[in-house]
T-cell receptor, first 114, second 113 residues
Framework: GENVEQHPSTLSVQEGDSAVIKCTYSDSASNYFPWYKQELGKRPQLIID?????GEKKDQRIAVTLNKTAKHFSLHITETQPEDSAVYFCAASTLLRGYNKLIFGAGTRLAVHP | EPEVTQTPSHQVTQMGQEVILRCVPI?????FYWYRQILGQKVEFLVSFYNNEISEKSEIFDDQFSVERPDGSNFTLKIRSTKLEDSAMYFC???????????FGSGTRLTVV
C-alpha cells in the first residue's frame, strides 16, 4: 500500500524566513496531494492541495511543488509569521475511485519565533 | 461554510466497555470516513463508507470496530470492547465525489482507562 515519508519532523525558523517541508510517496498511482495544518487539539485544516497533472500551485504565501518522476512533493511557506506555528501534514491519495482515502505523513512541527 | 459535526468532543470509558462515536457529515457529501490520531502521531485511515457499505478498511479496523449510517444523517463508529490502546482522537470526514472538498470534523477524544 501507499507509504508517505515526511521531513523534517521539527522545523524552527525566525519570523519572516521561509520554511520548506518535504514528502515522498511510494505508490505511483497516487494523484492527489493535500497539505493540512493542525493546531493543538484541533482538526486538520486543508491549506493547499495539488493534483498530479500540475507541477506547482501557489496561494499567497503558500506554494506546493510536485515531482512525479521522483515521487516527492514539497510545501513552501514564505514570510513566515508566528501564527504559522502548527503541525503540518502532507498526504497522498488516489482519486481514481469515487472516494478519497488519505495516507498521511508523520507531520512536521513548525515553530516560528518572533 | 458547511461543517462535519462530531459528538461527544471527549469521552472517557472503562476498558472493555462499548463506545459509539457520532458524526453528522455534510449533507450533500456521499463518502464518509473515520480516521484515528494517537496523541503526537500521524492521522491514520480507519474506514471509508459509501452507499451504506464499507468501501475500504485498514488493518486497524478489526472486528472490534463497526460503522453505521442508521438514519440517513448520522454516521457512527462503534468500538465493541475498548482497549487502552484505543485511546486517541477520532476524526470523522466526508467528501463529495471526486475527492475535492474533503472536510474533517472537530474530533472526539477517546480516553480508555
Amino acid at each position: 500500500g501507499e507509504n508517505v515519508e515526511q521531513h523534517p519532523s521539527t522545523l524552527s525558523v525566525q519570523e519572516g524566513d521561509s520554511a520548506v517541508i518535504k514528502c515522498t510517496y511510494s505508490d505511483s498511482a497516487s494523484n492527489y496531494f493535500p497539505w493540512y495544518k493542525q493546531e493543538l487539539g484541533k482538526r486538520p485544516q486543508l491549506i493547499i492541495d495539488i493534483r498530479s497533472n500540475v507541477g506547482e500551485k501557489k496561494d499567497q504565501r503558500i506554494a506546493v511543488t510536485l515531482n512525479k518522476t521522483a515521487k516527492h512533493f514539497s510545501l513552501h511557506i514564505t514570510e513566515t509569521q508566528p501564527e504559522d506555528s502548527a503541525v503540518y501534514f502532507c498526504a497522498a491519495s488516489t482519486l481514481l475511485r469515487g472516494y478519497n482515502k488519505l495516507i498521511f505523513g508523520a507531520g512536521t512541527r513548525l515553530a516560528v519565533h518572533p | 461554510e458547511p461543517e462535519v459535526t462530531q459528538t461527544p468532543s471527549h469521552q472517557v470509558t472503562q476498558m472493555g466497555q462499548e463506545v459509539i462515536l457520532r458524526c453528522v457529515p455534510i449533507s450533500n457529501h456521499l463518502y464518509f470516513y473515520w480516521y484515528r490520531q494517537i496523541l503526537g502521531q500521524k492521522v491514520e485511515f480507519l474506514v471509508s463508507f459509501y452507499n451504506n457499505e464499507i468501501s475500504e478498511k485498514s488493518e486497524i479496523f478489526d472486528d472490534q470496530f463497526s460503522v453505521e449510517r442508521p438514519d440517513g444523517s448520522n454516521f457512527t463508529l462503534k468500538i465493541r470492547s475498548t482497549k487502552l490502546e484505543d485511546s486517541a482522537m477520532y476524526f470523522c470526514a466526508s467528501s463529495p465525489p471526486g475527492g475535492s472538498g474533503y472536510t474533517f470534523g472537530s474530533g472526539t477524544r477517546l480516553t480508555v482507562v
